[in-house]
């Protein structure tokens, strides 16, 4: 069973500084992993999302990169700033429902503020 | 992106009563719909999955008869929490794969149970 882990759990950090949020996985033979941003009471937003074939994925200030065979990713956030402040989770795909769709398993989440 | 939306966002309703929750993908069709549940400070935890045409799939602890998952249609999936105590307060919130297996998430169901 996938089992998927992020660290650190918490972060705080002031304005401006780059970070680099990580989330490890046990089985490599994944179909996609994704990040996520989620803030209080509210849904999940999708950031980034890496085929398995591919490297690495950028938007903006995020960057995401996946590496298989080590079973890691990691969420790089460029020029941080208070408005970053939320949780971002990190989810693996794997096998497939009846219906043919992936089975997301989710990482507990990095909680992160950033302060001015 | 694709657009999944989820009402009611938050529902206040009192021991015995049933709640439905629905969720709609609006821009795309979604033959699986996935419902988690979200404990204060804590991660998803998958409740069930549903499957248009078919029986939901429920995960292990999760009780069928008190959450009833319909998927009417390729857009709507429903949550009802039947008979609803206290203790299914909580955070409920659904998602949708899209094209390329992205998922969408629905904005979120406050249930507060008096």
């Known amino acids: 069973k996938q089992e998927v882990t992020q660290i650190p759990a918490a972060l705080s950090v002031p304005e401006g500084e780059n970070l680099v949020l990580n989330c490890s996985f046990t089985?490599?033979?994944?179909?996609?992993l994704q990040w996520f941003r989620q803030d209080p009471g509210k849904g999940l937003t999708s950031l980034l999302l890496?085929?398995?074939?591919?490297r690495e994925q950028t938007s903006g200030r995020l960057n995401a990169s996946l590496d298989k065979s080590s079973g890691r990713s990691t969420l790089y956030i460029a020029a941080s700033q208070p408005g970053d402040s939320a949780t971002y989770l990190c989810?693996?795909?794997?096998?497939?429902?009846?219906?043919?769709?992936?089975?997301?398993?989710f990482g507990r989440g990095t909680s992160l503020i950033v302060h001015p | 992106g694709a657009v999944v939306s989820q009402h009611p966002s938050r529902v206040i309703c009192k021991s015995g009563t049933s709640v439905k929750i629905e969720c709609r993908s609006l821009?795309?069709?979604?033959?699986?719909m996935f419902w988690y549940r979200q404990f204060p400070k804590k991660s998803l935890m998958l409740m069930a999955t549903?499957?248009?045409?078919?029986?939901?799939?429920?995960e292990q602890g999760v009780e069928k008869d008190k959450f009833l998952i319909n998927h009417a249609s390729l857009t709507l999936s429903t949550l009802t929490v039947t008979s609803a105590h206290p203790e299914d307060s909580s955070f409920y919130i659904c998602?949708?794969?899209?094209?390329?297996?992205?998922?969408?998430f629905g904005e979120g169901s406050r249930l507060t149970v008096l």
């Open positions: 998602s949708a794969p899209a094209q390329a297996g992205e998922l969408f």
């Open positions: 089985d490599s033979a994944i179909y996609n």
């Open positions: 890496i085929q398995s074939s591919q």
């Open positions: 989810a693996s795909n794997c096998g497939t429902t009846s219906g043919g769709s992936y089975i997301p398993t």
């Open positions: 821009d795309f069709q979604a033959t699986t």
């Open positions: 549903s499957n248009e045409g078919s029986k939901a799939t429920y």
